[in-house]
């Protein structure tokens, strides 16, 4: 089978492996699609290594049908159409993947649009409802609002009936962010969203942010009472200078870091069946929709790589075989 391999120089190259075969509790996916997440990026410049025994291949998160099962699965049969969440692997035509961490595929939806699910919704629902415990009628502040993460926490917020405010950079994103629900659009080289999300909402619950460093003092800033703060990546910054414990302790703030790779397949499983039990239905219906902004061919990789990189995708980047 081909698989996509970093070259010396950085750049993608098409490999060939040996295709897999699955253990008991396994499947064989025959992938049509895989998504494209900036921990690629990061796996890349050898910053975000997969966990220990996973593959060395990049991607987390495909879609296409089952090749074959493991002989003690018995949800799924060969030619289901899936998406599922991978440690590593999913650039590849094949990938191994056990059978809890699968999720089917709506008819209504493309394997185009499967492929950027898992990783996003996963994230986002983990963020929102797992860790943030955000509530009907509450407000959120999520930053990057336009990004594949930010796009599917606006829309399962919403569907909660939250209020929410996004931060992004330039219209174009904010008119997307305001077409998936989003209630306050923030252009934050232009305003302050401290200010804005005060006067317009008088703070937020909760926060998800990707950007970190010094936006923790901020953060603070607009937060409610006992609000939270949760932590998916650090954009800005490692280090928070001068962090404000006082205003910490006054917020009685909840602050989180979270990641989703080195969770225990135990954990990714018990959320993927939260996912599927409450949202199965509203993908279905198109209520809930991943949002991909290109899909481009395996040859194309690079240029995928290298737009998410520039932080110019609205949403999803997807290869398709």
Same mark, same amino acid.
């Given at each position: 089978?081909?698989? %996509?391999?970093?070259?010396?120089?950085?750049?993608?190259?098409?490999?060939?492996?040996?295709?897999?075969?699955? @253990?008991?509790?396994?499947?064989?996916?025959?992938?049509?699609?895989?998504?494209?997440?900036?921990?690629?990026?990061?796996?890349?410049?050898?910053?975000? =290594?997969? =966990?220990?025994?996973?593959?060395? !291949?990049?991607?987390?998160?495909?879609?296409?049908?089952?090749?074959?099962?493991?002989?003690?699965?018995?949800?799924?049969?060969?030619?289901?159409?899936?998406?599922?969440?991978? =440690?590593?692997?999913?650039?590849?035509?094949?990938?191994?993947?056990?059978?809890?961490?699968?999720?089917?595929?709506?008819?209504?939806?493309? %394997?185009?649009?499967?492929? @950027?699910?898992?990783?996003? %919704?996963?994230?986002?629902?983990?963020?929102? %409802?797992?860790?943030?415990?955000?509530?009907?009628?509450?407000?959120?502040?999520?930053?990057?609002?336009?990004?594949?993460?930010?796009?599917?926490?606006?829309?399962?917020?919403?569907?909660?009936?939250?209020?929410?405010?996004?931060?992004?950079?330039?219209?174009?994103?904010?008119?997307?962010?305001?077409?998936?629900?989003?209630?306050?659009?923030?252009?934050?080289?232009?305003?302050?969203?401290?200010?804005? !999300?005060?006067?317009?909402?008088?703070?937020?619950?909760?926060?998800?942010? !990707?950007?970190?460093?010094?936006?923790?003092?901020?953060?603070?800033?607009?937060?409610?009472?006992?609000?939270?703060?949760?932590?998916?990546?650090?954009?800005?910054?490692?280090?928070?200078?001068?962090?404000?414990?006082?205003?910490?302790?006054?917020?009685?703030?909840?602050?989180? @870091?979270?990641?989703?790779?080195?969770?225990?397949?135990?954990?990714?499983?018990?959320?993927?069946?939260?996912?599927?039990?409450?949202?199965?239905?509203?993908?279905?219906? @198109?209520?809930?929709?991943?949002?991909?902004?290109? !899909?481009?061919?395996?040859?194309?990789?690079?240029?995928?790589?290298?737009?998410?990189?520039?932080?110019?995708?609205?949403?999803?980047?997807?290869?398709?075989?």
């Amino acid at each position: 089978m081909r698989y %996509f391999t970093v070259d010396e120089h950085g750049q993608m190259q098409l490999a060939e492996m040996d295709k897999p075969n699955p @253990g008991d509790y396994e499947v064989i996916i025959k992938v049509k699609a895989f998504g494209i997440n900036r921990a690629d990026l990061l796996q890349k410049q050898g910053k975000y =290594p997969p =966990p220990r025994g996973e593959s060395q !291949v990049l991607g987390l998160e495909v879609s296409g049908t089952l090749e074959s099962v493991g002989s003690m699965v018995t949800a799924w049969h060969e030619g289901d159409r899936v998406c599922a969440l991978v =440690p590593g692997g999913g650039y590849a035509e094949y990938v191994r993947v056990r059978a809890e961490h699968l999720m089917p595929l709506p008819d209504n939806m493309s %394997f185009s649009d499967g492929a @950027g699910l898992m990783e996003v %919704f996963l994230t986002a629902y983990q963020a929102l %409802f797992w860790l943030g415990k955000l509530a009907e009628g509450q407000k959120v502040l999520i930053h990057a609002g336009a990004s594949g993460v930010g796009s599917a926490a606006i829309q399962l917020a919403k569907s909660r009936g939250a209020q929410v405010a996004i931060t992004a950079s330039n219209a174009d994103k904010l008119s997307f962010c305001g077409r998936l629900g989003a209630d306050v659009t923030i252009n934050y080289r232009q305003q302050d969203f401290v200010d804005t !999300v005060r006067e317009r909402l008088g703070g937020v619950d909760l926060i998800l942010d !990707v950007v970190g460093g010094d936006y923790l003092n901020r953060n603070l800033r607009a937060l409610n009472l006992d609000g939270r703060i949760v932590t998916l990546a650090i954009l800005g910054g490692r280090f928070a200078d001068k962090l404000d414990m006082a205003r910490l302790l006054q917020k009685r703030a909840t602050v989180m @870091g979270s990641t989703l790779r080195n969770r225990s397949d135990a954990y990714k499983a018990e959320l993927i069946q939260a996912l599927n039990k409450d949202c199965l239905a509203l993908f279905g219906q @198109g209520s809930l929709m991943p949002c991909v902004d290109r !899909v481009f061919s395996p040859e194309q990789i690079d240029q995928a790589h290298q737009r998410m990189a520039r932080n110019e995708n609205l949403g999803k980047l997807v290869i398709h075989w």
